[in-house]
């Protein structure tokens, strides 16, 4: 159960998946890699996520699609996964400036596993915790990305880890969150990396909640937010890109406010089917528009309550520029 | 004042226009034309609503974008208000399938003030008000549409008037709604046509509403809805299609599903300044994008309080299958 | 045999179809109807153009896709088509203030074939015609455009027919011109509605013809071409998306210049399946992208040679504001 | 004067810049960093150009927009381009698994230059030169990239040099390529990075070269092509967008062929004016639509003539998996 649920919290009208978290989706894996060195102005609060599909990507790619709230942000990979509308390898999610020494990790990490591949796809997203963690210190190496993914397993831990170490949204400290949802014979997972908003906007099950006792983290209005959705319903690439936008109904419900410094990236993949490298035809038997309803707001719920769940999931932490706090529980459960 | 203001309810963190309407945006005007006749299966009750912006639209095209949150619509101009950034006509609202006579009387509208048009754009957004009026008969003429221009003055009429004559929204009566929010020295207005969810989708100020006292009016998982959104702040086209982005978080926060066969269309325009049709220059001092989260939030804001105010501002109608309640006012202020 | 083959021209690496026409593919009809009254100020020179793709496509939608090249245009009907990934009507062509009329006519059309629809999303594509017919006359009724329906048939008509009455390209007399290409064991049509380009732009099988002997027809920068691509093979919407695109690089090789005022449109279907609106569930055995080179190749080659064939099965045209030549044969096949 | 012109071609309607290339733009300065070492399996023939705009991009961004022709392509900093507008680094291009060093390598470039910089977008584009090349080798380091932007100048080097060393186009040996144009007051400049096509697909100023004394260079039908447009005319970052895509017009002018594999990536930036980082407020006058056909046309020639001159600018170049041919000249000159 994910942060959330073992509050006893709800939230939508679908049933969550078995464990509340992305890896209800059979086969979908979480690894983080934590960094936490330091204090004072240099330290380091940071890390990397990866979430792995099952099977073998690069040789038989997984259906996929993305939507950009808005696209403030470094995202990489996304072009190829649009145009050809396939995941070809595992998603890492890390701090705005190791971005692209974790999508060269992505590409070692493939060329042992294929040799002769010519062509890589990496597809990494971020949020920046530089308001916690030294971020031009560039501490990530390729090391930690691939540690990342050989930790990745089926449970998912959430808070202040992998990826989520440094981050804050709505001024309150963030971290990694996953809920899921069930539609019909189907299940929708999310996994969140919230980054954004401040104290005002907040909206948590629909309320503001009063933070007027916490000490305000002040930032500029910006700050991002990644969501990974993973299914088991057979999708095509571009009804995933639909899902992908529901996840952003999800974010909108937290309060999220895409204001203008903001990358609020979604991706969504299948494991339903395959479209294999060297594939001369692929079948598969999709799920038309109109019987989307479910799926679509199972995105929706999903990812709001992965957001929710990464608050109550983070503690407070202290980081460069002072502290930041995790929201009460008691506010909450009031 | 809205139907939304006028119980004494607020939302958001920005301070309401005057009116809070549209209309708080200078020179912008609305008018309706509504039509209720007979009863049964043969009843109608729909009608036009225009949306009139200051000056010569056609002579002094204003900047203008759009957001399509998801496009089972029969939106007609958006791509040539998209590809040129400007709005050149009125808007129409209306029901789907006058659609198509609408924009063709716009071009009447327009050849009338302009004998020498030879290429005019018109913007016409739709929603389905099939459940209480009979679609199919098609009533709406070109004169009703001329009418709905001709009557556009600087109050809007909320409720069951014009296209929001017969539309539902989480299976209550909706209408026309608006609502407005000032951002600093500017102010954003949104008028609002919801006709989009199901009972269990609604979401007032962030809570669920018991709804189980009234009749269930069961739909398909369809239904669309339709924002306009005005300024007076100087933004370029591209930057007025992301501040309608902000509208569809406001749709998202009152619990629109963007469902399968729904049509969720956003369309805003700036009257701060305009690209006339034979300029060879135009000079704009346009606010940047890192200025512009006070204008996404306002754009956001109004638009929810927009739809609320249509659910509060209607009235129970009677009409073809049967009669569709309105929002019981004692839930919302308890 | 299209008139571009008929003079003994070929262009490109794949084979023409058998008749190279958009008719080559299965079940595929086209129809016009022709509008030629009256001469001087108030000359009529347009018309409507039917493209019926086979079987029911209202109950049983078609999968299709589009790309807009430049998109100064009247087009209606792509925001569901694109959104939901289906073509449900047949498409038409006409001039630009006659679109909204041929769209409320197709509505009649299926509303006489499904009493109960009560959502309709016709396809309806424009030019301007306006130099040689009085456009804004608005000469063409329901009645044209349900005829142009009725007269569809297994050969295509090219030249100055069906909304190609009225139109030019590069200056000359253009109208309607069609060609095919077989890819493997599918094929793509194309049917082309010129109407873009001044004398300066024109490549024909990529040489700069002599037009110094023939009246030049002053225009502004302006000029609009639409195209539509049928093909049998078994594509997802986006895969015609994407082959819509490759029509775009035929009318780059025709020399088309996607100018400022120009409404640039290609729509692509599919008749190898269908996506029948009450299913639950859809099969298809479609071919990945890295195996669409051909059809690629296919669509860019037939576009061209389709522009091409509009320009050669033209007449020197007298209308409203003068004489349109046609361009000469001689200056062709030397 | 660029290789094609030195050989006394021309191209187009519109009279070159001074230099015909894009370093006519005032303030755009191109380097390279070529890396040629060994022969057989192991050889490397890659390197880095740098494209780098006038002034302090960092502090002052520049107006920019892009065009995705096909997004088989690991293009990095797109996202934020095309929602901010603006460009706010040098411009990298390399080969595709050297993409994230590079990308990473601008991130020291703009740190040592604002130490204070928390969020930094390099935007780099690639090609894979696979076939001359070890790629999978991975020799480019940050280095490189550096030396690259060291290398500055206001002179563009053509030919089989910085990112253009092991590219090939048409089964020729291609390189880098540049040109440009004059519309009216202003300058648009092209540099090209042909990696496309097979030996079928070339028109060489819209004719077919017989190839068939030249070694065939087989490969898949994949390969890309990177164009980067300058202007100093005042465009918005919509525009720009629009200018890229006039561009793609002159890639199919010369047979690019778009394939599935391909990564079709054109980024336009305008050095007229700028989007401080830290401004309330931006005066620009820009351009309407209307006025912009030359500019559209100067974009497409540029392109065209800059692919060209890519390929006249090579030599014949032995690599990993032999030799690829140079275009004879003798087959351009008659």
Redesign the interface.
């Known amino acids: 159960m994910n942060s959330f649920r073992a509050l006893g919290l709800s939230l939508g009208?679908l049933p969550p998946g078995k464990g509340c978290s992305i890896c209800d989706v059979p086969g979908v894996r979480v690894g983080h890699r934590t960094l936490v060195r330091g204090s004072g102005p240099g330290a380091m609060r940071t890390g990397v996520t990866a979430i792995v599909p099952p099977g073998d990507p690069y040789a038989e790619p997984l259906p996929a699609g993305a939507f950009?709230?808005?696209?403030?942000?470094?995202?990489?990979?996304?072009?190829?996964l649009?145009?050809?509308?396939t995941l070809e390898t595992p998603i890492l999610l890390t701090n705005?400036?190791a971005?692209?020494?974790c999508?060269?990790a992505v590409?070692t990490w493939v060329?042992e596993r294929h040799?002769d591949?010519?062509?890589?796809?990496?597809v990494v997203l971020e949020c920046?915790d530089?308001y916690l963690s030294a971020?031009?210190s560039?501490p990530i190496t390729e090391g930690d990305a691939l540690a990342a993914l050989e930790a990745a397993g089926e449970e998912v831990e959430e808070g202040c880890v992998g990826a989520g170490t440094g981050m804050m949204a709505f001024e309150l400290k963030s971290g990694i969150g996953t809920a899921s949802r069930r539609a019909g014979e189907w299940t929708v997972g999310a996994l969140a990396l919230p980054n954004m908003g401040r104290r005002?906007?907040l909206?948590f099950?629909?309320?503001k909640l009063d933070l007027s006792g916490l000490p305000r983290v002040r930032r500029?209005?910006?700050g991002s937010v990644v969501v990974i959705l993973a299914t088991d319903a057979p999708l095509?690439?571009?009804q995933l890109s639909?899902l992908a936008?529901?996840g952003?109904?999800?974010?909108?419900?937290t309060g999220?406010?895409?204001?203008?410094?903001s990358?609020d990236?979604l991706v969504a993949f299948s494991t339903a089917y395959r479209?294999?490298?060297?594939?001369?035809?692929?079948?598969?038997?999709?799920?038309?528009?109109?019987?989307?309803?479910k799926l679509?707001?199972a995105a929706?719920e999903a990812t709001e309550e992965a957001v929710l769940s990464a608050l109550l999931s983070a503690r407070d932490m202290e980081g460069r520029k002072g502290v930041v706090p995790a929201l009460p529980r008691e506010l909450v459960l009031t």
Chains 1, 2, 3, 4 share one sequence.
């Open positions: 009208q950009v709230l808005h696209g403030h942000g470094k995202a990489v990979g996304l072009w190829q649009l145009h050809l509308g705005t400036l971005t692209f020494r999508a060269d590409i060329l040799p591949a010519r062509s890589i796809n990496p920046n530089g971020i031009e560039r005002e906007d909206l099950l629909g309320r500029e209005d910006r095509l690439p571009e639909r936008r529901r952003a109904l999800g974010l909108a419900r999220a406010p895409a204001s203008p410094g990358g990236f479209i294999p490298r060297k594939a001369v035809r692929v079948k598969v038997e999709f799920v038309p528009d109109y019987e989307l309803g679509y707001r929706a």
